[in-house]
């Protein structure tokens, strides 16, 4: 059953229902509950479903749209919040109240932003914000889960299991370091998957890496160390929230074999940033000799920050065991759901050594009093279930068809790239000759509505241009026209430079 709804989702049924002429194929990627409470909002609005009327059935409406039930419940959910229906048992969901009708107003239409200001050469801290809300036809931003994917039949299912045996005073205020259930659902996790073997107690549950990298830079500057090395090709977003909190962050090497410990080692940084299980954005594995070398230079005194962002996601080869789990004293460990279900859940998991325990501690009291305790009691009844699981599994043999899909679309229409990191996470990186400047390449390839990320960006140094290209939220059709629109900019680019 799953795998049929799993192709409905996919666009490859164009399902609709009499019921007002609703088509799913309409409702945007991600967005399907919004799209059907917004449609049967405008119908009761204007009419069309006056007050007194009784909707479909659920289960009725989720069958002619071929989508799951909980989509509907949802939407109607969030009509009854609204005071607009009513259920009422056998006699179904009724409409009680009309929304009331807004003067209309002319929108002013936004000039279309210039593909080029969004990928200057050197990007602003708000560069991530300003290209998620340009508009594309595509978007092959990399790091982006299938969000259609979210197992809403069993998040309401865990969700209903958890009220249920709620008690009055689990409402309050709740531990800073996180509710003990998901902590524990966390430690058992790891064990399983990650090679790490933790107690609950040193679990701190956190709103997603971003926050863990900022308690982390928090508490090591109150410590008095300001500079952690980081990758280099790495990640811009991690540089930047670093130097956000005014830590240096010294570029070092990565290779074909991963951190270039040697220069880690030159450079005399007390700390290091890195993506060991899978490096972003070249996707390349720390290989056993560099491991052994990495543990020597932490063992020496070096503190590792290990952001095991997309582990689970691997295809082609064995898992990769955990550092944390070689050395629980030099190693803080951070992971989160963003990849797994949707960042928009902001739940994540650190582990930090005994001495930088408590300030990371007193930082995250500080900053939030702690994560919303009922999404995470809600995320370890999925973990504890299997239903998490589950959904791992689905999304392995969704992203390997995908995947295969860009590989054979760029070997197609990009044949002079070189691809990079094919063996496990959400994403490729490709390199392409010295010739080609990858932000302008990705401004003419934005021009054709395709969105991608220019290589430049998560570099330091000078280094080959190429793109960072995500295959995990898109279809394989759009995948293909995705890379066929990648390779015409790349040979307008081309002509165009080779005129100059």
């Known amino acids: 059953m799953s795998r049929a709804k799993g192709e409905v989702s996919e666009g490859s049924i164009n399902a609709g229902s009499d019921f007002l002429h609703l088509t799913i194929a309409d409702a945007p990627h991600g967005g399907r509950t919004d799209w059907l409470a917004g449609q049967l909002r405008q119908a009761i609005t204007d009419g069309r479903v006056p007050v007194g009327d009784r909707l479909p059935a659920t ?193 070092v090497a990565v290779d074909d074999a991963g951190l270039r410990v040697d220069e880690l080692v030159a450079g005399g940084a007390p700390a290091v940033m890195l993506t060991p299980a899978h490096q972003f954005p070249t996707g390349v594995v720390l290989d056993g000799d560099r491991r052994r070398q990495l543990v020597a230079w932490a063992r020496a005194g070096g503190l590792i920050i290990e952001d095991d962002y997309d582990a689970e996601h691997r295809y082609d080869r064995p898992p990769v065991p955990a550092l944390r789990g070689l050395l629980p004293e030099q190693v803080c460990y951070a992971g989160s759901v963003s990849k797994l279900l949707a960042p928009a859940l902001r739940i ?100 054709r509505g395709v969105k991608v990320q220019p290589l430049s960006w998560h570099c330091q140094l000078p280094h080959r241009p190429g793109l960072v290209l995500g295959y995990a939220a898109l279809t394989a059709t759009e995948i293909e026209e995705g890379v066929a629109q990648i390779g015409v900019a790349l040979g307008h680019h081309r002509a165009a430079t080779s005129a100059d």
């Open 348 to 447: 994540g998991w650190l582990l930090v050594p005994t001495r930088l325990r408590e300030a990371v501690v007193v930082a995250k009291r500080n900053a939030d009093l702690g994560n919303a305790v009922l999404p995470q009691l809600v995320l370890a009844e999925l973990m504890t279930s299997g239903a998490f699981e589950r959904h791992l599994r689905l999304l392995r043999r969704r992203h390997i068809r995908r995947r295969d899909a860009m590989i054979a679309a760029l070997a197609r229409e990009v044949p002079t790239a070189t691809v990079h990191g094919a063996a496990a996470g959400l994403h490729l990186m490709i390199t392409l000759d010295d010739a080609v400047v990858d932000a302008e390449l990705a401004a003419a390839t934005m021009a």
């Open 59 to 251: 289960r009725v409406l989720a069958a002619d749209l071929g989508v799951s039930r909980g989509v509907v419940s949802e939407a109607y959910q969030r009509l009854t919040e609204e005071g607009h229906l009513s259920g009422r048992g056998r006699a179904g969901t009724v409409v009680v109240a009309a929304p009331t009708r807004p003067t209309p107003l002319v929108p002013t239409p936004a000039p279309a932003p210039d593909p080029a200001g969004l990928f200057p050469t050197a990007p602003s801290s708000d560069i991530f914000e300003a290209a998620r809300a340009a508009s594309a036809t595509i978007d092959l931003t990399p790091g982006v889960p299938d969000l259609t994917a979210f197992p809403r039949a069993d998040w309401l299912r865990a969700e209903r299991t958890v009220l249920r045996r709620l008690a009055a005073a689990d409402f309050g205020y709740g531990d800073p370091c996180g509710a003990p259930a998901m902590r524990q659902a966390v430690a058992a996790w790891l064990a399983r998957y990650r090679g790490i073997t933790v107690d609950p107690t040193e679990v701190i549950i956190v709103a997603g890496v971003s926050q863990a990298l900022a308690l982390i830079a928090q508490a090591l500057a109150a410590g008095g160390v300001h500079r952690i090395a980081v990758e280099e090709p790495g990640s811009l977003g991690v540089r930047q929230l670093l130097n956000n909190w005014r830590m240096e962050t010294p570029p």
